[in-house]
């Protein structure tokens, strides 16, 4: 497997100096995208291809089309292998801790000196502001930013289930890059690029932010939420298996009612519309949940299907690797991982042309391409 020339980003170099979730994911969508992307990594290789638990998965996630290259730079001769490195891409990426890469020297003011194309993106926890020194994890700034506040039920925050803020913060970062990339195309001039965690978690908040401003009232968690629609929960069904279910319209709820062989509920004057359901909606989901307690997911599932009744099995995210959908799709597909195995891999969630920009390379062992990306500096 090879670079894909036909790609929108063929013929842009990016190096990567990242780690863990963040970086890694910006690199990987340019890389997706068609970038020659250069992941540099220290003696030994990431350390987040090794960690263990949760975080087991994140290189293979993160790192796809990628070449890696093996770098000391905190080493003379290493930085100076990395300053021109950057002379020779069109992006740098880094994801470090504030003040580390001004310290070595390869911070955005001092590359940018030298190499005024290059396009420069920093991902930290913070932008520039009073918390910028401030280290911060996902967890940290799901606390801060009002999202761990909204998922958990009152009094018991919760943060979300995936690195949302990291893989937002590389989205986010890559759409920066594109952005610079079309504004260099008009001045011949780069740009630093700045993303953050706690930023992103807040953008993620901003409909309840906007709530409250226009409402003068703090919106509850969600699961203390008062919902907008009659029908719209989880329900455990006969085999014990769980369904969420959502009418949100009047004409659903009548949908509903025939497809769960209750038509008799719509004579109830309670239940007449959306309104009326809702100031009666405890009364409703426990009638519903009677109901439902004596069905089978796989026999109510294809009929509240063809019926158009939104619905939805709460999948564990291991059943999702044999989701029948995502492998008809090409959303789910093979990739040679670094020892050699085969893995699968989720692939960018988009279509371009009609197509998915799919693997176009095996995942790198450490260094695999020292000895080609470095051989490029002063013609080696």
Known sequence: MQQDNSLPLAGIRVVEFTHMVMGPTCGMILADLGAEVIKVEPPGGDKTRNLPGLGIGFFRAFNRNKKSVILDITTDEGRAAAAELAGQSDVLLENFRPGLMEKLGLDYATLSSRYRHLIYVSHKGFLPGPYEKRLALDEVVQMMGGLSYMTGPRGRPLRAGTSVNDIMGGMFGAIGVLAALRERDRTGQGQEIQSALFENCVFLASQHMQQFAMTGEAPPPMPSRVSAWSVYDVFTLADDAQLFIGAVSDKQFVTLCHVLGHPALLE??????????????????????????????????????????????????????????????????????DDGSMAPTVLLP????????????????????????LGRLRGR
């Open 268 to 337: 109830r004057p309670e239940y007449r519309d959306n309104a009326s359901r809702v100031a009666v909606r405890p009364q409703l989901l426990q009638e519903l949940g009677a109901i439902l307690a004596t069905r089978r997911a796989d026999e109510l599932s294809p009929q509240l299907e063809a019926a158009g009744i939104p619905y939805a099995p709460i999948v564990r995210p291991d059943q999702l690797l044999d989701d029948p959908h995502l492998k008809a799709s090409g959303g789910l597909v093979p990739m040679q991982a």
């Open 350 to 373: 988009l279509l371009m042309g009609g197509r998915r920009p799919g693997v176009q390379r095996p995942l790198p062992r450490p260094g695999e391409h020292t000895e080609e990306i």
